[in-house]
Nanobody, 121 residues
Framework: QVQLVESGGGLVQAGGSLRLSCAAS????????MGWYRQAPGKQRELVAI???????NYADSVKGRFTISRDNAKGTVYLQMNSLKPEDTAVYYC???????????????WGQGTQVTVSS
């Protein structure tokens, strides 16, 4: 019914930049909060950044000042601009969105498949 498709991961040297994108498709009526999470090997999944449909944002302390989350409501897409990347940013990054599907009044959580970000030192 609904899919979140991520793109933009890859390998980058420390200090470099990457931009992740995540687009929602399918029977989407509206999208509430969208966000990015990450999971490093042997660690729990953690919040990176979230953005409400009105543009309010919140960031993990570890990425403040380096990462910027944004969204295009018309396209159902959320972005994560990652600058000054560090080796400790290496993880699988997952897109998340609370989506209300067509003919429903309830929002459900959806996850993307994940995209690998590797930062070399």
């Amino acid at each position: 019914q609904v899919q979140l498709v991520e793109s933009g991961g890859g390998l980058v040297q420390a200090g470099g930049s990457l931009r992740l994108s995540c687009a929602a498709s399918g029977r989407v009526f509206s999208i509430n909060t969208m966000g990015w999470y990450r999971q490093a090997p042997g660690k729990q999944r953690e919040l990176v950044a979230i953005i409400t449909r009105y543009g309010s944002t919140n960031y993990a302390d570890s990425v403040k000042g380096r990462f910027t989350i944004s969204r295009d409501n018309a396209k159902g897409t959320v972005y994560l601009q990652m600058n000054s990347l560090k080796p400790e940013d290496t993880a699988v990054y997952y897109c998340n969105a609370e989506i209300v599907v067509v003919r429903s009044s309830i929002g459900y959580d959806y996850w993307g498949q994940g995209t690998q970000v590797t930062v070399s030192s």
